[in-house]
């Protein structure tokens, strides 16, 4: 089983940054990809940034250049940079684990709101 921790989210203004961790306990799991993903009110959840153990990242196009995903290995944490953020970043940020055996486990959401 494994468990995810996130931290990081908040209220911030439009411009502004915000950092997101997520860091993964259990036992006996090898780690395929990690990534975020966002869900605004209304709307489907979506990939914001993905980096597999391999190093490969996937941005969402609405993220390129604004926002920064990184792992720290030893730690089994993966961290989201966000700058230059946007009232239509909006949402419930979830960190997503994809273990070898490909099954995947969800970290419980942490909020993050861009408004002045």
């Known amino acids: 089983q494994v468990q995810l921790v996130e931290s990081g989210g908040g209220l911030v203004q439009p411009g502004g940054s915000l950092r997101l961790s997520c860091a993964a306990s259990?036992?006996?799991?090898?780690?395929?990809?990690m990534g975020w993903y966002r869900q605004a009110p209304g709307k489907q959840r979506e990939l914001v940034a993905v980096?597999?153990?391999?190093?490969?990242?996937n941005y969402a196009d609405s993220v390129k250049g604004r926002f920064t995903i990184s792992r720290d290995n030893a730690k089994n944490t993966v961290y989201l940079q966000m700058n230059s953020l946007k009232p239509e970043d909006t949402a419930d940020y979830y960190c997503?684990?994809?273990?070898?055996?490909?099954?995947?486990?969800w970290g419980q959401g942490t909020q993050v709101t861009v408004s002045s």
């Open positions: 997503k684990l994809r273990t070898t055996r490909l099954k995947d486990y």
């Open positions: 259990g036992s006996a799991f090898s780690i395929y990809a």
């Open positions: 980096i597999t153990s391999g190093g490969r990242l």
